[in-house]
């Protein structure tokens, strides 16, 4: 059995690793407008997995049980910035989302979910992956 530490590792670093590579973005013919959404929802490899856990942070906070919500806490007044970064650096966007996490535990800006310690960041990309 998996812990839950581990499983969050595995599933940032597969995610990461699927920015760094492009493939959060390059598997959905998408607009522009939509392009950093399909990448953030897509950040987690197990979309599924990351849903579930996902819909336990929307429950806890049901206002954010919106995409763009979700975006704009995501993107803390520099939606522009990561807008442009799924445009051309999806391994420059998964650095600034690891940045963001960091920051996140450094002024301790976390969410409890079943005893599991989350970071903002993740919390919300969570509840994205948990959207329809």
């Not at 969410?111 to 509840?127: D, P």
């Amino acid at each position: 059995m998996i812990g839950r530490r581990g499983f969050l590792r595995a599933m940032a670093a597969v995610g990461v690793a699927g920015l760094a590579s492009g493939g959060g973005i390059a598997l959905f013919a998408c607009s522009r407008e939509d392009r950093l959404e399909r990448a953030l929802r897509g950040f987690f490899a197990d979309r599924e997995a990351a849903g579930e856990v996902g819909k336990e942070v929307l429950a806890l906070d049901p206002d954010a049980a919106s995409a763009r919500i979700l975006m704009d806490r995501l993107g803390r007044r520099r939606g522009a910035e990561l807008r442009a970064l799924a445009d051309s650096d999806p391994e420059r966007l998964a650095e600034w989302l690891r940045a963001q996490h960091r920051e996140d535990f450094a002024e301790d800006r976390v969410v409890v979910v079943r005893g599991w310690v989350l970071s903002q960041t993740e919390a919300w990309l969570l509840a994205l992956s948990a959207l329809p």
